[in-house]
């Protein structure tokens, strides 16, 4: 797999990126896993919410595509994980 598009429930800052169900977490990691570019999608109401079930870490992640500007922090913490980020 060249790329793979995924989205999340909710991306929590230090632990990685959540979904609301265990077979879909789990579809998507292995799909992050074969891909040579990763790419999460998530809006900006994703960040700092909880949801059921841990996807993976952001080391699996090489783009984070959202509509908007995330907040400073959150661009301080995907530049230290070398994690594009694309929004307006």
Do not use: N
């Not at 990685?16 to 999460?40: N, P, Q, W």
């Not at 909880?50 to 400073?72: Q, Y």
């Amino acid at each position: 797999v060249d790329k793979a598009v995924i989205s999340a429930k909710t991306v929590w800052k230090d632990d990685g990126f959540f979904d609301s169900d265990e077979l879909h977490a789990a579809i998507k990691h292995t799909m992050l896993k074969a891909a040579k570019e990763r790419i999460l999608v998530a809006d900006y109401t994703k960040f700092d919410t909880t949801a059921f079930t841990k996807v993976t870490d952001w080391a699996f992640i090489t783009k984070l595509v959202t509509d908007r500007k995330p907040a400073k922090k959150w661009l301080e913490e995907f530049e230290r994980q070398g994690i594009e980020c694309i929004y307006p």
